[in-house]
């Protein structure tokens, strides 16, 4: 197919207006519907976890993280036959964005909604041969600052002047605050520990620097069988991050960690970790708080880590181009245990794949139902794309 330009000199003839209205109303209804599912399927994590339904919390994990692609695959036929023979014109893209925008230019969630809609873009139009490049186009000046500021912060605090402030009281009752349905084996001998390991680093931490506040997310940060209680504690320009982990084993809830290095953080917002389930309503504050107490973490891990899959990919290539673009640096093949000659890409999958005719790739486990290549044992082995093996 012959490649089509973006040019505004290459326009194509507008689409009748009722269609790109309705093109526009079938993307935000997706959108809207994707973004009410990813916030019931996140609401049921306190209660999965107070009940120990550890079966259901691994089922809303995988159905999250499904649900995206979900979205899009179910308006990929109605848009397809909506458009007909204009869904690979760039002019009626165009058109119907600004249509789509509309709605949400003064909204919080803006950068979401676009982003969602670059995703259908690129679902249908792909196929010209075309690259989609995502932007905020004027979103991000568009959105009014009181609303980029979060007025509605989704935080607590609790006062303190000194570590020796952290007290049993205290943590009991920042855990209290949490609003937890089922019953702690012994809060106040684990508060009390909690406390007595608190004070110490964070003594160490500041020095003689006094506590301005400690500052606490109000939702819990959901994963597997444990609940993590995220804050900080505020000292002037000084930040210490301030997290209870919690189990819940059959005898009750018990405060089985407590953190406060940011070194420690690259344990909790990790690549290879799975995704908090967290109330992210008021997302904006919740990811300021983050970056502030692992400032060192790449912002892409942050997001990714609530679930913002897709942000947290186009964070990624934001960072790596203002790397790129900052020390003129090229990528590379790099030296491991991976080889790839031959790398062969298909639009019409969900993942990118690859063909390699000499690959060798010990640490991750071999998939059978995808493509598959030889290695120079003479074994085949399948691959589903890039998760499946690092080079490294």
Not at 141 to 156: E, H
Not at 193 to 200: H, Y
Request: with cysteine; net charge neutral; charged share 25%.
């Amino acid at each position: 197919m012959e490649k089509m330009e973006h040019s505004a000199a290459r326009e194509a003839p507008k689409a009748a207006g009722d269609t790109r209205g309705e093109a526009a109303g079938i993307v935000r209804r997706s959108f809207e519907a994707y973004s009410a599912e990813f916030l019931a399927i996140t609401g049921r994590a306190q209660s999965r976890f107070e009940k120990r339904e550890w079966n259901a919390v691994l089922s809303d994990a995988e159905e999250r993280i499904d649900l995206y692609h979900h979205y899009l695959d179910l308006i990929e036929s109605p848009m397809r036959a909506l458009l007909a023979g204009q869904v690979h014109d760039y002019g009626t893209w165009e058109r119907i964005k600004r249509e789509y925008c509309k709605v949400y230019l003064d909204t919080y969630h803006a950068d979401l909604a676009l982003i969602f809609f670059y995703s259908v873009m690129r679902r249908l139009y792909l196929e010209t041969g075309d690259s989609i490049e995502y932007s905020d186009d004027e979103i991000r000046r568009s959105v009014k600052a009181k609303i980029a500021q979060d007025p509605n912060r989704p935080i607590r605090n609790y006062p303190a002047d000194w570590p020796k402030d952290v007290t049993p009281e205290l943590v009991r009752r920042i855990v209290d605050d949490f609003g937890f349905q089922s019953g702690f084996r012994n809060i106040g001998e684990d508060a009390k520990l909690a406390a007595e390991m608190l004070r110490p680093e964070l003594g160490k931490s500041l020095g003689q620097r006094r506590i301005d506040r400690i500052e606490m997310i109000e939702s819990a940060f959901f994963r597997n069988k444990a609940a993590y209680l995220v804050g900080r504690v505020v000292s002037g320009t000084v930040i210490v991050p301030l997290i209870l982990i919690l189990l819940n084993p059959p005898e009750g809830i018990v405060i089985d960690g407590v953190l406060s290095e940011e070194a420690g953080l690259s344990n909790i917002f990790s690549s290879a970790r799975s995704n908090f389930h967290t109330n992210i309503s008021a997302y904006r504050g919740v990811l300021e708080f983050l970056e502030s107490i692992a400032p060192a973490r790449p912002k892409a891990y942050i997001y990714t880590s609530i679930g913002f899959i897709h942000p947290g990919k186009l964070q990624l290539v934001h960072e790596l181009r203002n790397h790129i673009a900052q020390t003129q640096e090229k990528f590379d093949v790099a030296k491991g245990a991976c080889r790839a000659r031959s790398w062969s890409y298909s639009p019409f999958r969900r993942s990118t794949m690859f063909s390699r005719s000499s690959a060798m790739c010990p640490r991750r486990k071999p998939f059978a139902d995808a493509g598959t290549s030889s290695d120079n044992t003479g074994v085949s082995i399948a691959w589903t794309g890039w998760d499946e093996c690092w080079i490294s």
